[in-house]
């Protein structure tokens, strides 16, 4: 089930969103819009009930990027 969705623009590598409910559980799905700064590799973690965050290698990462959280 699909509980978020919407776009994220990196600022210095790293971009948190609010998600309230969100399970450890969870499943984020990330796809680049568009490419911006020195482009790295993505990752995310879950903050429980709170947010995911969304870190890249590269300090320089300015993307945008759309997500998606399932459960």
């Known amino acids: 089930m699909l509980i978020a969705r919407g776009e994220l623009t990196m600022v210095a590598g790293t971009q948190t969103v609010n ?10 799905v990330l796809s680049p819009r568009s490419l911006l700064g020195t482009i790295g590799t ?17 300090v320089l990462d300015l993307s945008v ?4 959280v399932f459960v």
């Open 19 to 28: 998600v309230p409910r969100i399970p450890n559980t969870a499943v984020v």
């Open 42 to 58: 993505l990752a995310w973690s879950i903050n429980a009930g709170v947010s995911f965050t969304v870190v890249s290698t590269s």
């Open 65 to 68: 990027v759309r997500y998606a």
